[in-house]
């Protein structure tokens, strides 16, 4: 298994495809919170017949170690860290939810890293008070006995899937449970506070955002929804922003197909441009 080191200890990453040309950007895939770097699976193929794709596992997800305590802007360094020990000079930023906020934060702080983003189902605002107050809870439980079944069905799916998702793709969230309650505990509830309870908002920061930008989210996303992604969009000089309807916020898993006519073109134009 293929490690890396961080200032968040070590992160699981996977390979695939090479670059065209020696100055491509690399595609690095980044994940939500309670997922692994496996819900790119129906993405990473297309993109790795253009060139090189790098897809981590956050800190406490997936095969990467249980971190310290940290914030978003911590992770994103984390990854700058990273991007040093694999010789990923630029990228094409690939994040969905958590990933898209640290993809933010790393253009942010480490602007000469980043070619292009693409920012899916994501948030630059902080968490509302009463949702704060919600995670948190739901954060010390899973923390301590893991999630019950019902409490995940009731409270977290919907957040994830569409009502027809739940209903025809039952497998999607058998699947989701399985993962957010197979996962190191401490380690998931550091990020989740880290991601929906300590996240500071970034909007502003956005403004400087020189690189090409691609927006999309899921019309039916009831966590991070589309006035979200329009915030984004709006704020950054050179974003474009996609709407796909009928989805929710784990696009990827519930159409990569639908996903991907929207990403592929997008890199395709980096890479060619």
């Given amino acids: ?30 994940h939500g919170l ?14 790795a017949a253009m060139g090189r794709v790098v897809v981590f596992d956050g800190p406490g997800h997936g095969k990467s170690e249980p971190p310290p305590r940290f914030t978003l802007e911590e992770h994103a360094d984390a ?18 939810s958590w990933g898209g906020m640290v993809s933010m934060r790393f253009v942010a702080q480490h602007p000469e890293k980043v070619a292009a983003m693409v920012l899916m189902d994501t948030s630059a605002d902080e968490e509302e008070l009463v949702k704060r107050v919600r995670y948190r809870a739901f954060i010390a439980m899973h923390r301590r006995v893991g999630l019950p079944r ?17 209903c ?15 996962f190191d505990r401490e380690g998931v509830a550091r990020a989740a506070l880290a ?13 400087n955002v020189k690189v090409p930008t691609l927006v999309m989210v899921g019309r039916e996303d009831r966590s991070t929804p589309v006035a979200r992604a329009e915030a984004i969009a709006h ?23 639908r996903v991907n006519d ?11 441009g």
């Fill in 150 to 166: 019902a409490l995940f069905d009731r409270q977290i799916a919907p957040l994830l899937f569409t009502d027809r998702t739940i």
């Fill in 79 to 96: 990854l700058f860290d990273a991007f040093g020990e694999l010789g990923i000079d630029k990228a094409i930023l690939v994040g969905l």
């Fill in 195 to 207: 991601v929906v309870v300590h996240r500071s908002g970034i909007l502003e920061k956005l403004r």
């Fill in 1 to 30: 298994m293929a490690y890396v080191r961080t200032r968040l200890g070590r992160l699981f990453f996977e390979e695939r495809g090479e670059k065209k040309r020696s100055g491509d950007p690399t595609i690095v895939l980044l």
């Fill in 34 to 47: 309670l997922f692994d770097g496996g819900m790119w699976r129906g993405q990473i193929e297309p993109l």
């Fill in 168 to 182: 025809d793709k039952p497998e999607l969230v058998d699947a989701a449970f399985r993962r957010t309650n197979g």
């Fill in 262 to 272: 929207e990403l592929v073109p997008f890199v395709r134009r980096v890479l060619g």
């Fill in 235 to 257: 704020a950054i000089p050179s974003a474009s922003l996609a709407v796909i309807e009928g989805l929710g916020h784990m696009a990827p898993l519930e159409d990569s197909g």
